[in-house]
């Protein structure tokens, strides 16, 4: 919301502003080897997911917190509408509330990622390798490849502006709609299976990343591939941007 771009690496964060780039170094800032989710708050703070660690970033200083034991490793994150940060570990689902993180009832067990939170409240998050879970009223949903879900290791979730909910995974992509699920894979013309990232443009184009097959577009069902063939600088792309400007930013390994 402020027009600032956060990226992560395996040695430090990297804050893009307007005017000037700010490194943040593992060895100097307290952060951790390896950054696994980034997300903004309701109140433009910046939360990421950094290990063992959970970094706070606001009023221009980062405040951590350690992963609680049994824990491990903090893999995603997700903010609700009411300013809730939900953080997903190797042992469960946490809720951060009152500088502090509390076991949620959500799924208390097992190796979740990633977590994402739609626009009616509702929860959907992957428990790897075993599917998708949806949260809804205190209830929970399954879904796997015997429900049409493409893959049951799961890698992103999203929602598009029409309400349906798009699943990356290591076998295609998905879109659950009105119960239903529709999948892309290869046999509809993506170069790789293995989906990393799915982003919605303003045309309602939907741009699919992957690990090993460059970007894909997505429109009226037909889909259009970029490569390093095509001058693309590399095919792992784990993270796709359009910034206000109509600029790409891609995240890759290079």
Do not use: C, M
Not at 208 to 214: D, E, P
């Amino acid at each position: 919301k402020q027009d600032n771009l956060w990226i992560g690496g395996n040695v430090g964060l990297l804050k893009f502003t307007e005017r000037k780039i700010n490194y943040f170094a593992a060895s100097e800032d307290k952060i951790a080897i390896g950054t696994s989710a980034i997300t903004e708050a309701a109140d433009k703070s910046v939360w990421v997911a950094n290990g063992q660690f959970l970094l706070h970033w606001q009023n221009g200083v980062f405040k951590t917190f350690s992963v609680p034991p049994k824990a491990n490793y903090f893999t995603s994150l997700a903010a609700d509408k009411n300013n809730n940060l939900w953080v997903t570990t190797f042992d469960g689902i946490y809720k951060f509330e009152n500088n502090k993180l509390i076991k949620s009832v959500i799924k208390d067990k097992g190796q979740i990622s990633p977590i994402f939170i739609d626009r009616e409240g509702n929860f959907w998050f992957a428990e790897r390798p075993f599917g998708l879970f949806e949260y809804q009223n205190g209830e929970i949903k399954k879904y796997d490849t015997k429900d049409g879900l493409a893959n049951e290791w799961v890698s992103y979730i999203t929602q598009d502006k029409r309400g349906a909910i798009w699943i990356g995974t290591k076998g295609g992509l998905s879109k659950l709609e009105n119960g239903k699920f529709t999948n892309y894979t290869t046999n509809n013309g993506l170069v790789n299976e293995n989906v990393r990232d799915v982003f919605e443009d303003e045309e309602g184009a939907i741009w699919i990343g992957t690990y090993g097959g460059g970007i894909s577009r997505l429109k009226d069902g037909k889909i259009v591939s970029i490569t390093s063939a095509n001058g693309l600088a590399e095919d792992i792309a784990s993270r796709i941007l359009i910034d206000d400007y109509g600029f790409f930013w891609i995240l890759g390994n290079k």
